[in-house]
């Protein structure tokens, strides 16, 4: 800062006087005495150091803010001879506070500053020195100790919407201040970011850990991994640290990604970081997360989620292998938002038949996709077969083209109309199967009924369906524990289910036959009916060669053709 120098008649500095700084209040620098310590010198017009600064009697007091130089000795030797009127700068360098503030009301304080008999040359000596002058602040990002408020913009992005997958988090950050390495001489200057509200993500196998929501180091990814180091370890570069807290009745486990800086980060400078994570099992809404920092203070921002909808890997890669078609398993609109969690579910679930004829053998076929693994153990149960004709008991499974024998073991519970199908070997996810099985058609004629498919002990991420899982911090709903799939409506087939199919009129002969011998029995001769139910409405067709039409004794029928 400039200081105007007092002046003899001999037109050389006066020593003795005492210099005080005032109003620089806020500063993290403790008290000191040391003018090197605090890197204090005076410079004049030419920008010539002076070292004799170094052993002038000086102190600065933190509180008070208040910083008192003396010019130096009385004796006026030749190191200590600066010209009078000269313009002098006054350098020195104090430690910003972490947090936000106005720029300091500074005041300089130089007694005496006009001795008695001065010859002021160019009226440089101003006699209204000598009380305390307030300093005029120069543009607001110089004054001296304003503290600019710190912020964070942030983006975050994830791989997949898929329960229990390992899932990508990419993150943009930029800062709108300096940020300060970890290695910094100055402990409370090293920069430190948390990331919060990272609920249920969890790291299982992730960095050697087998737990479920344990806390400790998570690799990082990504093309500024380098410059983040764990700040609980503090040892080696490309790490986080990952913390759990229970939230919500103790119900969900919420993750904190702290990151400490390495090197210094300039402003305005975006860095991207990546890290993956296991999703939770059951789906969930994006929750709101948020970027903080410390050394300086960054307030907590909103992190802005991804609106760049993912592409499925796991759908390419089954298709890759010939699984066909999987447009039923792109993401869409809002899946790329983190944490964002689809529920676990068959997204496709088809199933028909191949007669529709009473009494008679009928093949059902069921083809299935899930969006999660399906493992070894997990239990697919088709409930509402009304009207097969089997006894309880195993059913084994039909090969054909395109049909699995080797899914697993079939069971028919004839009491609650229902198969359970427990898998012997683990599916991927997203991918297609199917498997068929022979049943009996009921002898009368029925609806085809609402079929559902669900399924059960299914692990993923940290629902590990192992009992006794430790790593809890909460009562999570997840750690350890199998999931469902919730009960889902088959999609039939109803052109498979209902088809037209062929029965020539030699069996017609024989069915006839067969009435009119029991109806001779029994001497009671009624109208005997026998319907046809025919897709998109189609009529009765009867034909030299066939009839093409399912044929079937009713009790509820579609269109009745009479018979006497």
């Known amino acids: 800062m400039p200081l105007l120098c007092a002046c003899t008649e001999a037109n050389t500095t006066t020593f003795g006087q005492k210099v005080t700084l005032s109003g620089l209040t806020g500063s993290l620098t403790d008290d000191l005495s040391d003018a090197e310590a605090l890197k204090l010198y005076l410079i004049d017009k030419t920008d010539k150091i002076g070292t004799n600064l170094l052993n002038r009697p000086f102190s600065w007091k933190k509180n008070s803010g208040t910083l008192v130089l003396d010019l130096g000795p009385t004796s006026k030797d030749s190191e200590a001879q600066y010209a009078a009127c000269n313009l002098f700068q006054l350098k020195f360098e104090l430690l910003n506070p972490h947090t936000a503030k106005p720029a300091a009301s500074v005041s300089v304080d130089v007694p005496a500053l006009v001795q008695e008999g001065c010859s002021c040359i160019g009226g440089c000596c101003n006699p209204t020195c000598s009380s305390p002058i307030i300093i005029d602040n120069p543009s607001i990002d110089n004054a001296p100790l304003y503290i600019k408020q710190g912020s964070m913009k942030a983006t975050m992005c994830q791989s997949t919407a898929w329960p229990g997958a390992l899932n990508t988090i990419s993150v943009t950050l930029t800062p709108n201040i300096n940020l300060y390495a970890m290695a910094s001489a100055v402990p409370v200057c090293q920069s430190r970011l948390t990331i919060s509200g990272l609920d249920m993500a969890c790291r299982r196998d992730l960095a050697g850990t087998d737990t479920c929501y344990e ?146 053998q009928n093949l059902l076929t069921i083809t299935l996709k899930a969006n999660t693994q399906l493992n070894v153990n997990a239990v697919i149960t088709l409930t509402n077969l009304r009207g097969i004709n089997v006894e309880s008991g195993d059913i084994a499974l039909t090969a054909g083209s395109d049909l699995q024998t080797d899914l697993g073991n ?103 036959l067969k009435i009119t011998v029991e109806l001779f029995r029994t001497r009671d001769i009624p109208n ?30 579609e269109a009745v053709h009479l018979l006497r």
């Open 410 to 512: 079939l069971a028919w519970d004839a009491e609650s109309n229902k198969t359970t199908l427990t898998l012997i070997k683990d599916i991927p996810v997203a991918t297609s199967f199917s498997f068929a099985f022979q049943v009996k058609n009921p002898c009368c004629a029925q609806m085809s009924p609402v079929v559902c498919v669900k399924a059960s002990r299914i692990k993923g991420g940290c629902a590990t369906c192992e009992s006794g899982s430790s790593g809890a911090t909460c009562g999570s709903t997840e750690c350890g524990k199998c999931v469902s799939i919730g009960r889902q409506m088959m999609e039939r087939d109803f052109f498979g289910l209902f088809d037209t199919g062929t029965l020539h009129l030699e069996l017609i002969f024989r069915l006839l």
């Open 215 to 360: 806390n400790g180091a998570i690799p990082l990814q990504g093309l500024n991994s380098a410059k983040f180091v764990d700040p609980v370890t503090s040892s080696v570069a490309s790490f986080g640290h990952f913390s759990y807290t229970c939230r919500e009745a103790q119900s969900i486990q919420s993750a904190t990604l702290t990151l400490s800086v390495l090197d210094k980060w300039e402003a305005n400078n975006p860095y991207v970081i990546e890290f993956k994570v296991h999703n939770p099992m059951q789906g969930q809404n994006s929750p709101p997360i948020f970027v903080s920092g410390s050394n300086p203070l960054l307030s907590a921002v909103s992190v802005q989620p991804c609106t760049i909808i993912p592409t499925n890997t796991e759908c390419q890669t089954q298709q890759e292998l010939g699984g066909g078609s999987h447009a039923d398993c792109a993401f869409g609109a809002g899946d790329g938002a983190p944490l964002k969690v689809y529920s676990p579910q068959f997204i496709k679930h088809e199933m028909g038949q191949s007669n529709p004829y009473p009494c008679m």
């Open 528 to 557: 005997v009916y026998i319907a046809a139910r025919c897709p998109r409405k189609q009529r009765l067709q009867l034909q030299v060669s066939q009839i093409q039409c399912a044929v079937g004794l009713p009790r509820q029928h």
